[in-house]
């Protein structure tokens, strides 16, 4: 494979079109603003999302779709999870059904709830649906910007698109590996964007890190239930996808989950939070949507309920807190050896 697109320009799209270009790769890497084009392509520096970071030469940016995608033996789409519905539409008419169709976005769209995956497949219909690939992990776009060691998993339908996958990213310092829960993948990826909120409030609430590695672990077995309820194997989640990228997000500075759920927890208002923030946090938007496929399952997750209340409904975080904490008591055993059931309660 030699032409790879990669939509869009941000920092993620960024980091893996840069491992894509140490792969000997030609890169097209879309983006809607012109002036980010220009700083790519003259400067290669993508300074709003990778601060001074040089780029390689083998990347070129461009605001057409069609030039991006037209031709492209594969597409890596790295869209937030409220576009790419939109940009999987505007790329129809230009992808060839052969082509590798992989996505490395953590999200579910709200509304009709469904992955990532399932949009993409609603707007191209040209791709078999087994063969749109996943990918996710513990992955920090600053961390892998500056090729240090970081260890990802690709699922697919189809072992050959992932092990296609694999081959196109896997490199010295980016290991790849491969994973036939394409639901597991989704929701692990989606959904430790959650807990990340939740870690940084309680940080920003200075609870210590008694109450994160508490809120981790049960934000771990909240994950397992949808997912398992949802399809997905529930040793999915003691890997990359699970409890890696859970840790990851959760702890880290490079998080932007944990620097809104941080403000949050400091007393700043939602609104104030994402303005300043200047990116997508995820972790908003799929709190809803978690909590609406909570119901439609029947999953019980005490921690997303609570989050939800402090994002929609204006709960204050300490008060979320002490309702989490003063629960109805119950057996940890008895949930975990029952985790295979979709309305085992915890």
Request: charged share 25%.
């Amino acid at each position: 494979m030699n032409k790879v697109a990669v939509l869009v320009a941000g920092s993620w799209g960024t980091a893996l079109a840069s491992v894509l270009a140490d792969n000997g790769r030609e890169v097209l890497l879309w983006s809607r603003n012109e002036e980010q084009v220009k700083e790519i392509n003259e400067e290669h520096r993508n300074r709003r999302f990778l601060n001074d970071v040089e780029l390689s030469p083998l990347i070129t940016a461009t605001s057409s779709l069609q030039q991006a995608v037209e031709d492209a033996d594969a597409i890596l789409m790295v869209v937030p999870s409220s576009g790419m519905r939109e940009v999987a539409s505007r790329i129809k008419p230009f992808v060839k059904k052969d082509t590798l169709l992989i996505h490395a976005t953590k999200g579910f769209e709200t509304g009709t709830l469904n992955s990532m995956s399932e949009v993409i497949s609603d707007e191209l219909p040209q791709i078999n649906p087994k063969r749109i690939v996943v990918l996710s992990g513990p992955s920090h776009a600053e961390e892998v910007i500056l090729k240090c060691p970081t260890t990802v998993v690709v699922a697919a339908g189809e072992l050959e698109a992932a092990e296609a996958a694999q081959d196109l990213l896997i490199n010295s310092y980016f290991r790849v590996y491969t994973n036939p829960d394409v639901n597991g993948l989704e929701v692990g990826g989606a959904l430790k964007n959650i807990i990340a909120l939740g870690a940084g409030l309680t940080d920003g609430l200075g609870f210590g890190d008694n109450a994160k590695a508490a809120l981790l672990t049960r934000g771990l077995a909240e994950i397992a239930r949808l997912g398992t309820a949802m399809g997905a194997n529930p040793l999915t989640f003691a890997g990359l996808a699970g409890i890696g990228d859970l840790v990851a997000t959760c702890t880290s500075k490079h998080s932007r989950n944990w620097r809104a759920g941080f403000k949050l927890g400091q007393g700043a208002a939602l609104d104030d939070v994402l303005k300043d923030m200047g990116m997508v946090v995820e972790g908003v938007k799929t709190t809803k949507a978690a909590y609406e496929l909570s119901r439609r399952y029947e999953v019980t997750m005490p921690i997303t309920d609570e989050l939800y209340q402090v994002l929609f409904e204006g709960k204050s975080p300490k008060l979320a807190a002490q309702d989490l904490m003063g629960r109805v008591r119950t057996h940890e055993i008895e949930e975990v050896a029952s985790i295979s059931s979709p309305k085992w309660q915890g």
